[in-house]
């Protein structure tokens, strides 16, 4: 089918959906790509820094170990405050024209998207799994000392399973977000959807219709992906009943946990 | 008889709050200790001070004869022999019953998997809930949450137990069925310190009855003692206004 500058919108949108569809199909591969290895990849990170930071000191630990800790510490609160507090868009740059020039280190886009996401996405799940460790009942822990298993222990077996099922809401909310959010990576030429439209726009001069159709193939990604997440969540649930108060704005806010065990 | 626990000049101190003023006190071999005394008297907090969930100020803690808090030993492995029943049960929310009563085993006790399950049926028969192995703890009663709980603790196979109001927290009708289980124990031999407001429970059960008042140890003396003949004008004062009710 031709189409020149004159013909409707329809005749366009067709056009650009007959054309550029692979282009679209990779684009949203990447996106999801490093939504996804980056949500895993920061939970993961989250896990390891909330575990860290509620590592608990008494008046009997060795001073070593005291010391060790306020420095881990205060290193893990730089990062989360910093990538909190910075757009990723501006970490993207920093980062990989930084690993250029500094270090001499040349990433591929879609290796750098991946870092990117990852490290941000920790900042923010830490928080989050924190707040998770820190709302499971002291009782939990008590219990668990009380036959003699230690902290490490009890960490393991009796409170981050609780906690995990907790925050798995929070979880899926952060990988949708980061769906939309990797279309900053644009700047640093990773290939995801927001950057292959916007070639696919420049070709033909058709901006709005072009991100018509993207902003269309977004929602349905965000959309999927929400149902799906939902339907296990919904299978995991047991006793307890959650309010998600999902932004990345607020983390602290994020879990709130009702309707506990029955007293 | 052979001590198990002897607790010396034992003091905490929660900020400027006193909370215990040197306690001194022992609990032998097959002994029924029942602590008593208002709420707010620094029971719980003897308690928890004996299996090192608070850290005492200052005072020693003798575990068969060794001072625990020299350090010889860590508070885990110290922890692993004597067991406690919390008011609020505290199972592991993650875990089915049966597992409750593993999950020490296998890690701190380092059994396998099998010999532990074995254990775990043992004493699940024994408080009578060996019919619900497979539930999650939100599933099944108070009741039935302590006495997995009691179940748990023994399982570790410890050298005392210690319970903490173990029926406060139950509905009225639930309260016996815990006490029996508590009551088979103490027959059966097991060294037992339990802080209860259930009077009839210390007067049958116990061998001796502690009162405690503001961090102190007023009187400790045989149930017949405590009950029909207090020394202490504090002890008469609290035991008519429990018994009044
Ligand atoms: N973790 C704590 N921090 C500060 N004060 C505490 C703490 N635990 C208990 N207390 C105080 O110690 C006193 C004794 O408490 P507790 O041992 O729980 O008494 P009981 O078990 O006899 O009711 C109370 O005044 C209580 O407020
Ligand atoms: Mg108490």
Known sequence: MAVDATSPFFDWVFYILQN????FLRGATVTLIISLTGTIVGFALGILIGVVR???????????????LKVVNFLLLCYIEIFRGTPMMVQAMVI???AAMVYNIHLSPLYAGIFIVSINTGAYMAEIVRGGIISIDKGQFEAAHSIGMTHAQTMLNIVLPQAIRNILPALSNEFVINIKDTSVLNVISVTELFFMSKSAAGNNFRYFEVFLVT???YFIMTFTVTRILRYFEVRLEGPSAYTIHGSQTVPEAEIKIMGREKK | MEKIIEIR???????????LTDINFSVSKGEVVCIIGS?????STLLRCLNLLEMPTSGDILFRGENILEHNMTNSVYRAKLGMVFQQFNLFNNLTVIDNCVVGQVKVLKRDRDSAKKKAMEYLELVGMSQFINAKPH????GQKQRVAIARALSMEPEALLFDEPTSALDPEMVGEVLKVMKHLAKSGLTMLVVTHEMSFARDVANRVVFMDSGVIVEDNTPEVIFNNPSNERTRIFLKRILDN
């Open chain 1, 215 to 217: 902003c269309v193939i």
């Open chain 1, 96 to 98: 990989f024209y930084g």
């Open chain 1, 54 to 68: 509620t590592i608990p000191v008494d008046q009997n630990s060795h001073f070593i170990k005291k010391l060790g």
């Open chain 2, 139 to 142: 599933q099944i009663s108070g």
């Open chain 1, 20 to 23: 550029y569809w692979p282009l």
């Open chain 2, 39 to 43: 709420s707010g008297s620094g029971k």
């Open chain 2, 9 to 19: 000049h034992l003091k905490k101190f929660f900020g400027e709050n006193e909370v």
